[in-house]
């Protein structure tokens, strides 16, 4: 489960910067790394679930509480935008 609060933690970054940041100390820089963290762990679990095959969940061949915690994050974020 401690992988879900890596990802849900890089959403954020990603989602609440604006939020977060007072407008004077807003960077575009950091904003776009932010993007790029976020980018490369969802790259990390693309990878991951490939491996696993078609049909896999997050901790294997059956649906456990990791897809529990990690499924509302993921299902949320687009509509943080």
Same mark, same amino acid.
């Given at each position: 489960m401690l992988e879900a609060e890596n990802l849900q933690k890089k959403m954020y970054d990603v989602a609440f910067y604006e939020w977060a940041?007072? @407008?004077?100390?807003?960077? $575009?820089?950091?904003l776009k790394r932010n993007r @790029?963290?976020?980018?490369? $762990?969802?790259?990390?679990w693309d990878g991951y679930l490939e491996k696993m095959g078609k049909g896999s969940y997050l901790a294997g061949k059956n649906f456990?509480?990791?897809?529990?915690?990690?499924?509302?994050?993921i299902a949320y974020f687009p509509r943080l935008q």
């Open positions: 940041v007072p @407008e004077g100390e807003r960077h $575009e820089s950091a @790029e963290n976020l980018i490369t $762990e969802l790259k990390l456990t509480m990791a897809d529990v915690v990690c499924f509302p994050v």
